[in-house]
Structures are given as structure tokens and as C-alpha cells.
């Protein structure tokens, strides 16, 4: 089956992206994923290839709140993803787009994350 043409080129984008984005232990990546209805954002640590922290708009903390808009849902996520990473003591970490645009849903969760006290 044969990927339709907006994610080939998601991919291609993703993949050129990666080549640059690497996450090692002191800073490792932050990797978010944007779907219609949901996001969702790891911290990675490329080096042992191990997921360090993940939060989600299906998590029971935001999934719980009826009525937000998607915007909503991604600050929520940027603060809840901040919030574990510092109890994991992760500070710093580089910022994955996936292939999305800096724009929207993933530029909210980048600058909830920020303004939480994470380092991107």
C-alpha cells in the first residue's frame, strides 16, 4: 500500500531533520507526534535508544477535561512532559519536529515546555 503524497513528504522531511537532531544523555531529544485528534511527546535518548519520559493528550490528567480545543491540549502536554522531565532531573533537551512545522499545536507544547522551566 502505497503512502499517500502529504506523508511521504512528512517523511522525507523527518528524515533530513534526524540526520541533524541527535539526543544524547545530557541532552537527549524531545520527539513530538501530531495526529488529527491528538499530540504526543517523548524524550529520547538516542545514544541507549531508550524513552525516557512521554506524556500525551490521552494521558488521565488532559484527557479527563472535556471541552478544550487542541491548542489547550498541546500547552497541557507541553507543561505535563516539563513536569516529568524535571522529576527524572532531564533540564535540557533538543527539540524534535517530526517533519511538522513550527506552527500551532507544536509551537504551543515547545513554548509550554519552556515557559515550565525545560531548556529547548
Known sequence: M???KKVQRRNK????????????SEA?????FRSNRHISVQI???TKGVTLVSASSRCKEIASKEGINKIEQARLVGTLIAEKAKETGINKVVFDRNGY????RVLTLANAAREAGLTI
Open 28 to 32: 537527549p531529544r524531545m520527539s513530538v
Open 44 to 46: 529520547i535518548d538516542d
Open 13 to 24: 522531511i523527518k528524515l533530513r531533520i534526524r540526520k541533524k537532531v541527535k539526543g544524547i
Open 101 to 104: 512545522l513550527y506552527h500551532g
Open 2 to 4: 502505497a503512502l499517500d
